[in-house]
Antibody
Framework: QVQLVQSGAEVKKPGSSVKVSCTAS????????FTWVRQGPGQGLEWMGT????????DYAQNFQGRVTMTADKATSTAYLDLTSLRSEDTAVYYC???????????????????WGQGTLVTVSS | DVQLTQSPSPLSASVGDRVTITCRAS??????LNWYQQKPGKPPKLLIY???GLQRGVPSRFSGTGSGTDFTLTISSLQLEDFATYYC?????????FGQGTKVDIK
């Protein structure tokens, strides 16, 4: 059974950066893809981007271009989300999820998120 | 971007009710539509993929239909554990987008 365990809650100052980790077990990490989704307080779900682990191919949402970097460490089966230039509106719970329906180079039009991490609360406050 | 609009929002129902949630896409997305359930303080849980595929382990009272721009999630007989918020999500076009969510609460 695939399990995704995320790093703990973070409190950050405006303008700083945060790095959230997502460690996978029970699957084949190197052949998987992982996505990041965030949820502001009382808000809906917002897709941030996806990384295909084998070749490190990424697809970022336009809203986060220039501020987000997604990486994956095959040696430790860990995916990372790096978000810079934090502002108060970035206060949210950040989720990682495994993506089904991706090859080593791209995700098919039909793909979905079948296993999720527990979420990491990032609070941005001065 | 493809906009997804869910209705109704919210939805009040009783145990045993048949419940239908609709998700309408701003552009045709074929069958590239997934449904998730989320309970407070928990991550979303995949229920339905590719519009009608039942995720392993999900009770058969959940079903999904639709293609193109109109999709539905149906719970045939609402159980106590089904009171939650439901989201549709399209994977047809980047950026992937979610509906605004439909909260199912107790009437």
């Amino acid at each position: 059974q695939v399990q995704l365990v995320q790093s703990g809650a973070e409190v950050k100052k405006p303008g700083s950066s945060v790095k959230v980790s997502c460690t996978a077990s029970g699957g084949t990490f190197y052949s998987d893809a992982f996505t990041w989704v965030r949820q502001g307080p009382g808000q809906g779900l917002e897709w941030m981007g996806t990384i295909i682990v084998l070749l490190g191919i990424t697809d970022y949402a336009q809203n986060f271009q220039g501020r987000v970097t997604m990486t994956a460490d095959k040696a430790t089966s860990t995916a990372y989300l790096d978000l810079t230039s934090l502002r108060s509106e970035d206060t949210a719970v950040y989720y990682c999820a495994r993506v089904r329906g991706c090859s080593s180079t791209n995700c098919r039009r039909n793909h979905w998120f079948d296993h999720w991490g527990q979420g990491t609360l990032v609070t941005v406050s001065s | 971007d493809v906009q997804l609009t869910q209705s109704p929002s919210p939805l009040s129902a009783s145990v045993g009710d048949r419940v239908t949630i609709t998700c309408r896409a701003s552009h045709s997305i074929s069958n590239s539509l997934n449904w998730y359930q989320q309970k407070p303080g928990k991550p979303p849980k995949l229920l339905i993929y590719e519009a009608s595929g039942l995720q392993r382990g999900v009770p058969s009272r959940f079903s999904g239909t639709g293609s193109g721009t109109d999709f539905t999630l149906t719970i045939s007989s609402l159980q106590l554990e089904d009171f939650a918020t439901y989201y549709c999500q399209q994977s047809h076009t980047s950026p992937q987008t979610f509906g605004q969510g439909t909260k199912v609460d107790i009437k």
